[in-house]
């Protein structure tokens, strides 16, 4: 079975600066996906960036980035420029794939605070 | 992002009643997911749906729980008699044709069972 494991309960940043939030995750497959979920106040859970375990290139979105180390089973995402609507929950989340979608396994969370 | 929505926003009950919470997803979806989040702890899954059957349970998913497509549509999740540990967010999740690895929730149903 799959597991994912967030180290950081919390953390928290002064707005403008940038932070790394952690997720290693332990699987025996060679083929998946990686998610960071956001979940603010509201509860609702939004996609912030997805990675796939065959690209080495880690995937960006605008301010928001990975660092994808497949050897070591790491996906940390990085925050540039942090805002103050970026307070939320983060969720990393895995997923094995077999052509087909698959559920997802979620780390606890880290409770993200920026600070103005 | 595609939208997938879900009714109701909250529901209050008794425990012992019954309970269906709704999920309309995106059009032309076959891969549909519930999942749970007691208030407090991570997003845990459920079920997942494949071409109108069952793909996946887990553990949480015992003879309380069903779900189906009843009209083609709608997915619904039903717990047929409530307990107070079924108090959480109910997501449902659907990747979009096309883009099947990837998986979009709807805005989650509060569920207090007292």
């Known amino acids: 079975a799959q597991t994912v494991t967030q180290s950081q309960p919390e953390m928290s940043v002064q707005e403008a600066e940038t932070v790394t939030l952690s997720c290693t995750y332990d699987t025996s497959e060679s083929n998946y996906y990686l998610f960071w979920y956001k979940q603010p106040p509201s509860r609702q859970m939004i996609l912030v960036i997805r990675q796939e375990a065959y690209k080495q290139q880690n995937a960006t979105e605008n301010r928001f980035s990975v660092n994808f180390q497949k050897a070591a089973k790491s996906f940390s995402l990085k925050i540039s420029d942090s805002q103050l609507g970026d307070t939320a929950m983060y969720f990393c989340?895995?997923?094995?794939?077999?052509?087909?979608?698959?559920?997802?396994?979620f780390g606890k969370g880290t409770k993200l605070t920026v600070n103005p | 992002e595609p939208e997938v929505t879900q009714t109701p926003s909250h529901q209050v009950t008794q425990m012992g009643q019954e309970v269906i919470l709704r999920c309309v997803p995106i059009?032309?979806?076959?891969?549909f997911y519930w999942y749970r989040q007691i208030l407090g702890q991570k997003v845990e899954f459920l079920v997942s749906?494949?071409?109108?059957?069952?793909?996946?349970k887990s553990e949480i998913f015992d003879d309380q729980f069903s779900v189906e497509r009843p009209d083609g549509s709608n997915f619904t999740l039903k717990i047929r008699s409530t307990k107070l540990e079924d108090s959480a967010m109910y997501f449902c999740?659907?990747?979009?044709?096309?883009?099947?690895?990837?998986?979009?929730f709807g805005p989650g149903t509060r569920l207090l069972v007292l």
């Open positions: 749906f494949y071409n109108n059957e069952i793909s996946e």
């Open positions: 999740a659907s990747p979009p044709g096309g883009q099947v690895e990837t998986q979009y």
């Open positions: 989340a895995f997923m094995k794939t077999q052509g087909g979608s698959e559920k997802l396994v």
């Open positions: 059009s032309n979806h076959l891969y």
